[in-house]
């Protein structure tokens, strides 16, 4: 039984199906209308979303102005996987992300977990761009003086909470809702409408066509960036360099303490992995747009950084959902921060479209292989996308948003992302090498066993009181504790392995940098994914085991 759970597809074969269409009796393949710029703005469109407009405010709260080394420590490890997952989608282009990656080179078992997983990432995370998006929504129209009942624009467990917290003194939009909501049998009636309803329209859109999402996404990206361009322009004028001190406030430890918000902003440039079968020259211009998306963003979010906390002290932010739109209201330029709100708006809806694209060819794959049944990798005959699987992802999301809270799917989104990261950087490590060829992009190598070794000594200089404490209270039941002391013994393996295999350095420093963000994530958020994760097994051996196309084929 080992053996078959750990059995492979071969890159012959799958670059045969590629060649072929890939039909698995579906004769209708997938529109290749998607060039280098298309992948790009995908890129841009998947970052650039909730955590500029969001999530950025609170991470400087924690960090100070020195949020921004926690924004280019994310950029550096995106980039070391980035290039990973550019090698694999030179060398494998087709649709499946992660996912198909891993079952080149760790086998089926790894393969269907990681695509478990990357549910998280997608369908999981898109919950919470929806209901952020409903959140600036709502903002815009209460801007136009239009009032939807606070009961149809939140979630029960926020609303209920927001009740308890109120006093007769002051009550907020949470509190509102559950005091006004109707009743039905018992039950009070809470739920976000508006982050049903355009998770709804998003899907009608993917479904629709791979090109008529691009110019969408196009669109709202071109968009986007130009009020981003606005507001960098407009709030050097105001800046305060005394806003700038301290520059770390909370040390190290706070810039690290958003380590989750900002990663989250980060997850979705893999999504351009997902449309390989899409793109008219994937060898070429995927991996150019991973890196260009990533490098863009990046740029964006540190300058953004820069200038916001420059224009407000950085403890103004604490529990502010909406930071661009703020600092420009705290200086009374309220018109601003009102086009500020719309953007963010945009924004969000280009993330939601990016990842419902994303999800879909993700279980189309697994179909086609058989760990799902055959309907997920059935292909629209007039819009060529992947019909039945687009549907089933809007209903995933578009249910929960209704009921969920946000916070709680936020950090195991993370850890489901920086799992698959870490498979994929590993995974490189695995693929047999071939010559160089000048038409596809190829992973530069440099021995490890030079760079890795002083880089763990410096790792242990600079962490020396923490790995101290660590070893001293290791007996003390401390999760947190404990998770440190699993990376420092995969952080010793992957050392030597690094130094007696001479072992690329890029996969390596991926592998490392992704170990050592998601053990920053709470524990809470680990109980939970392992519980997905066991969700996910009991699936796998009930159908996937079985009627893998791989356990017919050894039949």
């Known amino acids: 039984m080992s053996n078959s759970l750990f059995r492979k597809k071969s890159l012959a074969s799958i670059l045969q199906e590629s060649k072929e269409g890939t039909s698995d009796a579906h004769p209708h393949g997938l529109k290749k209308v998607l060039n280098v710029r298309d992948l790009t703005m995908m890129g841009v469109a998947a970052v650039i979303g909730a955590g500029i407009f969001s999530t950025i405010g609170q991470a400087a709260y924690d960090g100070g102005p020195g949020v921004i080394f926690l924004f280019i420590l994310t950029a550096i490890t995106c980039g070391f996987t980035a290039l990973c997952y550019a090698e694999f989608a030179s060398r494998v282009p087709v649709a499946g992300s992660a996912y198909t990656y891993s079952y080149v080179t760790f086998g089926e078992l790894a393969a269907w977990v990681i695509g478990w997983a990357l549910i998280l990432e997608y369908s999981i995370g898109n919950i919470v761009v929806a209901i952020s998006w409903s959140s600036y929504f709502n903002n815009v129209l209460e801007g136009m003086n239009i009032h939807l009942p606070a009961w ?266 920086l799992f698959a990261f870490v498979l994929v950087c590993g995974g490189v490590l695995l693929l047999p090498k071939v010559s160089k060829e000048g038409k596809r992009f190829n992973l530069p190598y440099v021995n490890g066993a030079f760079v890795v070794p002083p880089l763990v000594v410096l790792f242990g200089y600079f962490f020396r009181e923490k790995i101290s404490f660590t070893l001293q209270h290791l007996a003390e039941i401390d999760h947190e504790r404990i998770l440190f002391f699993i990376f420092l013994l995969a952080l010793l393996i992957i050392t030597i392995v690094t130094v007696v295999k001479r072992l690329s350095l890029i996969p390596v420093l991926g592998m490392l940098c992704c170990l050592y963000l998601m053990i920053e994530i709470p524990v809470a958020s680990w109980e939970v994914f392992f519980g997905w994760m066991a969700v996910g097994l009991v699936i796998y051996f009930l159908y996937g085991y079985s009627k893998s196309k791989l356990a017919r084929k050894a039949g």
């Not at 700038?244 to 999504?271: C, E, H, Q, R």
């Not at 018109?335 to 279980?363: C, D, E, H, M, N």
């Open 152 to 417: 149809l624009t939140t979630d029960p467990a926020t609303a209920k909470a927001a009740f308890q917290a109120a006093t007769g003194a002051g009550k907020d939009t949470g509190s509102m809702a559950y005091a006004t909501a109707p009743m039905l049998g018992g039950w009070r009636v809470i739920m976000n409408i508006p982050a049903f309803l355009i998770v709804v329209l998003i899907t009608i859109v993917a479904y629709i066509g791979i090109r008529e999402s691009k110019r969408s996404a196009n669109f709202m990206v071109g968009l986007k960036l130009v009020v981003l361009l606005v507001v960098v322009a407009i709030g050097v004028f105001y800046i305060n360099t005394d806003n700038w001190t301290p520059f770390m406030p909370n040390g190290f430890d706070g810039v690290l303490k958003g380590v989750s918000a900002v990663f989250f902003a980060y997850i979705g440039f893999d999504a351009i992995s997902t449309t390989a079968e899409e793109s008219a020259n994937p060898q070429r211009d995927m991996p150019r747009a991973m890196i260009y998306s990533l490098v863009i963003c990046t740029i964006i979010y540190v300058v953004v950084t820069l200038v916001i906390t420059g224009m407000v002290n950085y403890e103004e932010f604490n529990h502010v959902s909406d930071p661009l739109a703020y600092v420009f209201d705290k200086l009374n330029m309220r018109k601003i921060g009102y086009v500020i709100s719309v953007s963010a708006v945009i924004a969000a809806t280009s993330v939601i479209l990016v990842f419902q694209i994303g999800q879909p060819r993700i279980w189309m794959s697994m179909s086609r292989d058989g760990l799902l049944p055959k309907r997920f990798a059935s292909v629209h005959p007039k819009y060529h996308t992947p019909g039945f699987s687009t549907i089933v992802t809007g209903v995933i999301v578009a249910v929960p948003s209704l009921f969920v809270e946000s916070g709680i799917v936020t950090d195991l989104t993370s850890i489901g992302t």
